[in-house]
């Protein structure tokens, strides 16, 4: 009887552990409205904007200003890295990461380009 209590016990930790971890490690998507307000980790989708400053390599990060496509906001993004390989070729960008100061601060950049497939059937 004692044993079953502690399978049970034992087995209640390890489903309530492996859900807070799950919980912790999803990140939310949000409009850029939402990113400039988050103090914890969201993904934020946009594309390119083309009237701010050219994306460029700043104190070791690369910093460029994502456009929300349907509203037309802005938001200025420094990514914790290197120029992604195929960043100009960007259809899209998602943002992983926090505001602070102003700026969204990105640890990972997902870049979503069209597919040669895409190509062909246009």
């Known amino acids: 009887m004692k044993r079953k209590v502690w399978l049970i016990i034992l087995l209640l930790a390890f489903v309530g552990y492996a859900g807070w971890s799950f919980a912790d490690s999803v990140t939310p998507y949000v409009g850029?409205?939402?990113?400039?307000?988050?103090?914890?980790?969201?993904?934020v989708k946009g594309l390119l904007a083309a009237e701010a400053p050219a994306p460029h390599m700043e104190d070791g990060s690369f910093v460029f200003t994502l456009q929300d496509e349907e509203t037309g906001e802005t938001l200025p993004v420094r990514y914790h890295g290197t120029k992604p390989d195929q960043f100009d070729e960007a259809h899209h960008i998602v943002a992983i990461g926090k505001a602070k100061d102003g700026v969204f601060e990105a640890d990972k950049l997902l870049i979503k380009c069209p597919s040669k497939y895409e190509q062909q059937k246009q």
């Open 32 to 43: 850029i409205s939402e990113a400039k307000a988050a103090t914890s980790s969201v993904q």
